[in-house]
């Protein structure tokens, strides 16, 4: 059991430092339903990476959103649901824009699709795909990295990380009344590295919580 709580752990500092600097936002949408009119919703993500989010629903089928990861890349988005079901299926699209500025600059927008199925009132399953473009630079003072912690990110070409393919799958619990846990994968591909000595994609598990008619 000791030896299974220590592997445990050493995979949550894995995640987390091999996802510590991401070329593109991380954190999953756990619904394709809206979250209604006038109703805020806070998030909060330990893995892949630390982030916070608030929702607020503008009406009842479209929502916007700020999620902070790391304290250092900020993303602004909205989420129009298609097919609003809170109590079955859901189809909705999003799209944002983020900056992040440090060692190196990851700036862009992304745009996607996200599909949910409320299955009981406890018990939701949600997936989601997106496509990022980025303004991506690198500078050689980074001494960390997201898709080979050796290296960092530093491509040659900068066209090299300035896209990013976004898929993610979370299984979401209600545990409380009005607290919800998230636990699924996040996975990232970038489709236009060519070099060699870089890997084009990761994946990493995801918990988070949701917490609700706040």
């Not at 919703?41 to 902070?68: H, K």
């Not at 440090?102 to 996607?112: A, I, L, P, R």
């Not at 799958?169 to 636990?183: D, G, R, V």
Request: proline share 5%; with cysteine.
């Amino acid at each position: 059991m000791i030896r299974q709580w220590h592997a445990f752990v050493a995979l949550v500092f894995l995640t987390v430092f091999i996802t510590s600097c991401s070329l593109a936002p991380l954190t999953p949408r756990v619904d394709a339903a809206s979250v209604g009119k006038g109703k805020v919703l806070i998030q909060n993500n330990f893995l892949p990476t630390t982030s916070v989010s608030v929702i607020y629903g503008v009406n009842e089928q479209f929502d916007i959103g700020l999620d902070l990861e790391q304290a250092i890349l900020g993303t602004a988005w909205g989420r129009y649901s298609f097919i609003n079901n809170p109590e079955g299926f859901s189809l909705a699209a999003n799209g944002g824009v983020f900056i992040y500025t440090d060692v190196q600059k990851s700036n862009g927008f992304y745009t996607g699709l996200i599909a949910s199925n409320q299955w009981s009132p406890r018990f939701r399953t949600t997936a989601s795909l997106r496509y990022a473009d980025l303004d991506y630079e690198f500078s050689p003072e980074d001494d960390g990295g997201y898709f080979d912690f050796d290296e960092g990110f530093g491509f040659d070409n900068p066209d090299d990380g300035s896209a990013n393919i976004h898929a993610d799958l979370t299984f979401s619990i209600l545990i409380k009344s009005h607290i919800e846990l998230a636990l699924g994968a996040i996975c990232q591909y970038l489709p236009r590295n060519e070099d060699p000595e870089r890997s084009s994609e990761i994946c990493a598990p995801t918990i988070g919580f949701t917490y609700y008619r706040l």
